[in-house]
């Protein structure tokens, strides 16, 4: 057996060891036996199968190691335990301070401007004359036409002498008072004109300040400054359609004004409210009268409306709300698995959002690591927290 294997393993068992030199390290101990002559030929060919069937055995292992896909650890959330909470019947709005009356005064002629008072900061009184353009062209387009009026009131009363002896036509007569209409009109429009070139104030109030410098040249998009009546000021404020039943005329409302060293809540009463909703936002625009003045136009105030009575409903973090193309979602932890669920929303806060339908009392709802769960995937539950903390939290990291 020795005799007959012996060429055939004297040719191919270097390149069977070479082999099982990229595969595993005993191929050092097959080159010293092989090259010490330590072994026979036969030993030698069953050495070789041996190391063969060694190498095979653990490549397949190795393959399979490397097959088998890893699963991912399961993601760290924390959660909260659905829970009726009562929610307060307070609506807040965010509405800002307007004056009671308020214009921009443009001239409604274009020139250059020869008188300019405006008293900065001070009260004007209604009609008070604020700026004038000039007006020397007009003036003089009034005197001609003046004086053609007197030369065609002369011409119709010698005419007038002439047709009643029959001395001209009725139609000569009648041309001759129709050009005196004319002169008239155009005495009354050149006067309108001059009118437009003097510039009053409209009601009383307090002057802005000047935007414009005496002989500019100015148009009807010039802004020369404003005025402001502040004997009364007023709040708009808008609010969801869904509370337009809670807007009645004539009914108190709180309004809050906040500054750096302190916040007062003084009454206004509601005025009017836009008949209709906007189509952008289905919101309703509300104005109303405050009933203190000493506040600045364009100051942000916020609005507290009573919506009646107080109720019980499950309230979530907002951040734990995951929007949608077609609804509102939140992640439920059952059985140490994700599930997002659709939900409907309701009343909204500043930290905190209603949950009208969707969710069950007793459901884990996540509240942090939402944005890294995943539908159906494994989460591990850290801790459980309360609505209170959660929001006391989000209100230290907004100051």
């Given at each position: 057996?020795?005799?007959v294997?012996?060429?055939?393993?004297?040719?191919?068992?270097p390149f069977?060891?070479?082999?099982?030199?990229?595969?595993?390290?005993?191929?050092i101990?097959g080159?010293?036996?092989?090259?010490?002559?330590i072994?026979?030929?036969s030993?030698?060919?069953?050495?070789?199968l041996?190391?063969?069937s060694?190498?095979?055995?653990?490549c397949k292992?190795?393959?399979?190691?490397?097959?088998?896909?890893?699963?991912n650890p399961?993601t760290v959330?924390?959660?909260m335990i659905?829970?009726?909470?009562?929610i307060t019947s307070?609506v807040?709005?965010?509405?800002?301070v307007?004056?009671?009356?308020?214009?921009?005064?443009?001239?409604?002629?274009?020139?250059?401007?020869?008188?300019?008072?405006?008293?900065?900061?001070?009260p004007?009184?209604?009609?008070?004359v604020?700026a004038?353009i000039n007006?020397?062209?007009?003036?003089?387009?009034?005197?001609k036409s003046?004086?053609?009026?007197?030369?065609?009131?002369?011409?119709?009363d010698?005419?007038k002498k002439?047709?009643?002896?029959?001395?001209?036509?009725q139609?000569?007569?009648d041309?001759?008072?129709n050009s005196?209409?004319?002169?008239?009109?155009?005495?009354?429009?050149?006067?309108?004109l001059i009118?437009?070139t003097?510039?009053r104030?409209?009601?009383?109030?307090?002057a802005?300040l000047?935007?414009?410098?005496?002989?500019?040249?100015?148009s009807?998009?010039?802004?020369?400054a404003?005025?402001?009546?502040l004997s009364?000021?007023?709040i708009?404020?808008?609010?969801?359609?869904?509370?337009?039943n809670?807007i009645r005329?004539?009914?108190?409302?709180?309004?809050l004004?906040?500054?750096?060293?302190?916040?007062?809540?003084?009454?206004?009463?509601?005025?009017?409210?836009?008949?209709?909703?906007?189509?952008?936002?289905?919101?309703l625009?509300v104005r109303?009268?405050l009933?203190?003045?000493?506040?600045n136009?364009g100051?942000?105030?916020?609005?507290?409306?009573d919506a009646g009575?107080?109720?019980?409903?499950?309230?979530?973090?907002?951040n734990s709300?995951?929007?949608?193309d077609?609804?509102?979602?939140?992640?439920v932890?059952?059985?140490?698995?994700a599930n997002f669920v659709?939900?409907?929303?309701g009343?909204r806060?500043?930290?905190s959002i209603e949950?009208?339908?969707?969710?069950?009392q007793g459901d884990s709802?996540?509240?942090t690591g939402?944005?890294?769960?995943?539908?159906?995937?494994?989460?591990?539950?850290?801790?459980?927290k309360?609505?209170?903390?959660?929001?006391?939290?989000?209100s230290?990291?907004?100051?």
């Amino acid at each position: 057996m020795g005799n007959v294997c012996a060429p055939f393993l004297h040719v191919c068992l270097p390149f069977i060891l070479l082999y099982l030199a990229s595969k595993d390290i005993l191929f050092i101990f097959g080159v010293i036996f092989y090259k010490s002559g330590i072994m026979n030929y036969s030993s030698q060919l069953l050495a070789a199968l041996c190391l063969i069937s060694v190498a095979t055995s653990s490549c397949k292992g190795k393959s399979k190691k490397t097959d088998k896909p890893k699963d991912n650890p399961p993601t760290v959330v924390d959660v909260m335990i659905a829970q009726p909470q009562p929610i307060t019947s307070e609506v807040e709005a965010n509405g800002t301070v307007i004056a009671n009356e308020y214009v921009e005064l443009r001239p409604e002629v274009t020139g250059r401007l020869t008188y300019l008072n405006i008293p900065e900061g001070k009260p004007v009184s209604k009609g008070q004359v604020l700026a004038k353009i000039n007006d020397a062209d007009l003036r003089a387009q009034l005197g001609k036409s003046r004086v053609q009026l007197d030369l065609a009131i002369k011409t119709v009363d010698r005419y007038k002498k002439l047709v009643d002896v029959g001395g001209i036509n009725q139609s000569d007569y009648d041309l001759a008072v129709n050009s005196v209409n004319g002169y008239r009109a155009d005495i009354a429009y050149t006067e309108s004109l001059i009118a437009k070139t003097v510039i009053r104030a409209p009601f009383s109030g307090i002057a802005g300040l000047r935007q414009v410098s005496p002989g500019a040249y100015v148009s009807s998009a010039t802004v020369i400054a404003t005025i402001q009546q502040l004997s009364q000021v007023k709040i708009d404020f808008t609010l969801p359609e869904a509370y337009g039943n809670m807007i009645r005329v004539g009914s108190p409302i709180d309004v809050l004004l906040e500054s750096d060293t302190s916040s007062e809540k003084i009454k206004a009463t509601i005025i009017a409210m836009e008949p209709g909703a906007n189509t952008d936002t289905r919101n309703l625009k509300v104005r109303a009268i405050l009933n203190k003045t000493s506040v600045n136009p364009g100051a942000f105030v916020k609005v507290i409306l009573d919506a009646g009575k107080d109720r019980s409903s499950i309230v979530v973090p907002t951040n734990s709300i995951i929007p949608d193309d077609k609804s509102n979602q939140v992640i439920v932890v059952k059985n140490g698995t994700a599930n997002f669920v659709n939900v409907k929303t309701g009343n909204r806060e500043s930290n905190s959002i209603e949950i009208v339908s969707g969710l069950k009392q007793g459901d884990s709802v996540v509240v942090t690591g939402v944005l890294f769960v995943r539908p159906k995937s494994k989460v591990k539950v850290r801790s459980v927290k309360k609505i209170s903390e959660l929001q006391v939290a989000d209100s230290t990291k907004n100051k």
